[in-house]
């Protein structure tokens, strides 16, 4: 029998890490500053790259697509995960815990903060690389909606083991957070495509949804028809990963119960 969720409880979520976000300057970082380095980064090499005959004036805007949607992964992977880890931080942890508020109740707030976070972040890299680079990722069109999703949805998934992890073993195992994500990232063929990659971890690439999405994306870029299939292997990709996910997480929050692990946050 599933349990309707309390919406109040829900936007009381989304608004204390809002609240926490609007006090803590530093925490702007990531959705202000960072997007706006990686776009330099890569969006140099880029530029770099192709005056010097290495590259066709298409790797530029491979580069910068790249850049615009690993932050669609990164932002809603970081944002699940690092809301998380504020419970844990400021010691709020065993407050939550002893509260009505259910686990459906804060990931659905917590998801809606990351949500907000996304469209900040997308925001700022989308006009990093439009000012610094004349390069309009709109150009692709609504193809780029579905793929979008699929980003989301994974940085979803990517967040729930880091939460996962996190429960486990502790806070020092917080560096996932961001090391899982570039693994990720690097094995998707982000800036390029998985052909790239060393043979052997081709294999691993192609069983990922977030390759597909990125070669999708990359179809679009190139003004080819949108690869429905790729689109339909992300989409199978998420079938397995997110359930997955979620088991791990359940299980983890189980045995983080059962063992006492809450005296690590209090």
Sequence with gaps: MTVALDRRRVLAVTRRHALVLRRAPQSWFDILVWPVVDTVIWGSIGVYAASQGGA??????YMLSGVVLMHVLYQSNVATSTAFLQETWSRNLMNLM??????????????LYALGKLLVGLTMVGLAAWALYSFDITT?????V???AVLVLCGFAIAQVVVSVVLRFGNGAEIVTWGLLFVVVALSGAFYPPDALPAV?????AVLPTTHAFAAARASLDGDPFPWHQLALAAAGLLVILPLAVTFLV????????????????
């Design 146 to 148: 579905p793929v979008v």
């Design 140 to 144: 692709a069109g609504l193809a780029l």
């Design 201 to 205: 971890l081709r294999p691993i690439s």
């Design 56 to 61: 066709s004036g298409a790797g530029v805007a």
């Design 251 to 266: 299980r983890s929050l189980a045995a983080f119960r059962r063992n006492g692990s809450i005296t690590r946050y209090s």
């Design 98 to 111: 002893v509260t009505p508020l259910r686990e459906g109740e804060f990931a659905a707030g917590v998801a």
